[in-house]
């Protein structure tokens, strides 16, 4: 089921991010975002997760069932851990404290800790653990593998695991294109501002003998001047 659906044309002020690129999301899926640097994952994500002004012709996910995860931070650093994730429950109906006091036992982060003292990959890790504690029906998810060691991957997939049903619908822009290709269902492919090639990962694999990472290469490759 489509829950997402258009031809898609934005641009800032200095630049043009996209130019009638179709774009379609189906419920209960998860995608892979990529794309070279500066191409519009992010961008995408935004316009995705209704935080840039667009009127999508088609687009059924109510904003508090939409969960952001952005790529940088942005919270206060002399909160506690624990200070935060109350502000959330506080904040949001649909936030789980439960679902992120188990992951942050699973990540090893002390509750009290300040946020100011918390290293890159913490501060990640903390990130992430926001996004997946809310209850939604679109999850957009931006680079959250940067600074994080390889036992941390390994929990970031399998909370993602447990959350997927078939209401759910997540989508992942990430340069770690291998930590979750396994995962992913579909390819998202930013080739130029005028085409986003969807493709299932399987067919990938299938069809050519290529990792998705490898295909991004060869693909990436013969794209001149984006």
Do not use: W
Not at 182 to 208: F, G, H, M, Q, W
Not at 214 to 224: G, H, L, N, P
């Amino acid at each position: 089921m489509e829950i997402i659906k258009d031809t898609i044309t934005f641009m800032y002020p200095d630049k043009l991010v996209f130019n009638d690129v179709d774009v379609t999301i189906n419920k209960g899926e998860i995608y892979l975002l990529i794309g070279r640097n500066g191409t519009g994952k992010s961008t995408l994500l935004r316009l995705l997760g209704k935080i840039e002004p667009y009127k999508f012709k088609k687009h059924l996910i109510a904003e508090k069932d939409i969960s952001y995860m952005p790529s940088d931070l942005s919270y206060y650093p002399y909160m506690r851990i624990i200070d935060l994730l109350k502000f959330y429950h506080d904040t949001h109906q649909n936030f789980s404290l439960e679902f992120a006091h188990t992951y942050l036992e699973e990540f090893q982060l002390k509750p009290n800790k300040m946020i100011k003292k918390l290293s890159l990959g913490e501060q990640k890790i903390l990130n992430y653990l926001i996004c997946l504690s809310k209850e939604a029906k679109l999850y957009l998810i931006d680079e959250p593998f940067p600074y994080v060691d390889l036992l941390n991957d390994e929990i970031f997939r399998k909370m993602i695991i447990n959350k997927y049903d078939e209401e759910k619908t997540f989508i992942i822009a990430t340069h770690q294109i291998n930590e979750f290709e396994k995962l992913a269902s579909y390819c998202l492919l930013i080739k130029s501002p005028e085409t986003i090639e969807c493709i299932p990962t399987d067919e990938i694999r299938n069809s050519v003998s290529l990792s998705v990472e490898d295909y991004f290469k060869e693909v990436m490759r013969d794209v001149k001047g984006y």
